[in-house]
T-cell receptor, first 111, second 114 residues
Framework: GQNIDQPTEMTATEGAIVQINCTYQ??????LFWYQQHAGEAPTFLSY????GLEEKGRFSSFLSRSKGYSYLLLKELQMKDSASYLC????????????FGAGTRLFVKA | DSGVTQTPKHLITATGQRVTLRCSPR?????VYWYQQSLDQGLQFLIQ???????AKGNILERFSAQQFPDLHSELNLSSLELGDSALYFC?????????????FGEGSWLTVV
């Protein structure tokens, strides 16, 4: 099966940097996604890592270490609109390429 | 706009009833996924179809069923509804040339069971 852990909530200040961690256990790892979800809205795609290392995309970066079963999402120059839930999701090729989501980290950005 | 279309956007129905949620995937995407999200809960994977065939199954109740049609649209059927089935149901798609492995979500169907 799959197990994905990420902190439930985090708070950060506008303009700061925040790192949201995700650890996972899966038998058939085939990639890791980060999504942003505002309350009551659809998750929107942020990043996809399949190889180890850092992927940078504007203010957002995502890191993956497959040997450690670990990823993080780094958000720089935080803005109030970044207040949302951030979902870590793992693509597992066991039994048909399921993509399983963690419970999400609710980020509060304060002024 | 993700390109994934779901209908209806909102639905209120009584316990014991049956409803059908409909999804049109992004153009070119062959995979369709259904997820359930209850209030303040994470996304629960229900089921995945690829080009008309069931590909993977998650925590989908026996009262729920789904199918993907030849034109690749999908329907999720929920029967003998219970209060606890009230949730936001998301459809998502992937697998096309532009999507690759990335899953794109529709806006969701809000189901309220009263």
């Amino acid at each position: 099966g799959q197990n994905i852990d990420q902190p439930t909530e985090m708070t950060a200040t506008e303009g700061a940097i925040v790192q949201i961690n995700c650890t996972y256990q899966t038998s058939g790892f085939n990639g890791l996604f980060w999504y942003q979800q505002h309350a009551g809205e659809a998750p929107t795609f942020l990043s996809y890592n399949v190889l180890d290392g850092l992927e940078e995309k504007g203010r957002f970066s995502s890191f993956l270490s497959r040997s450690k079963g670990y990823s993080y999402l780094l958000l720089k120059e935080l803005q109030m609109k970044d207040s949302a839930s951030y979902l870590c999701a793992v693509r597992d090729q066991t039994g048909g390429f399921k993509t399983i989501f963690g419970a999400g980290t609710r980020l509060f950005v304060k002024a | 706009d993700s390109g994934v279309t779901q209908t209806p956007k909102h639905l209120i129905t009584a316990t014991g009833q049956r409803v059908t949620l409909r999804c049109s995937p992004r153009s070119g995407d062959l995979s369709v996924y259904w997820y359930q999200q209850s209030l303040d809960q994470g996304l629960q994977f229900l089921i995945q179809y690829y080009n008309g065939e069931e590909r993977a199954k998650g925590n989908i109740l026996e009262r729920f069923s789904a199918q993907q049609f030849p034109d690749l649209h999908s329907e999720l059927n929920l029967s003998s509804l219970e209060l606890g089935d009230s949730a936001l149901y998301f459809c998502a798609s992937s697998g096309g040339r532009s999507s690759g492995n990335t899953i794109y979500f529709g806006e969701g169907s809000w189901l309220t069971v009263v």
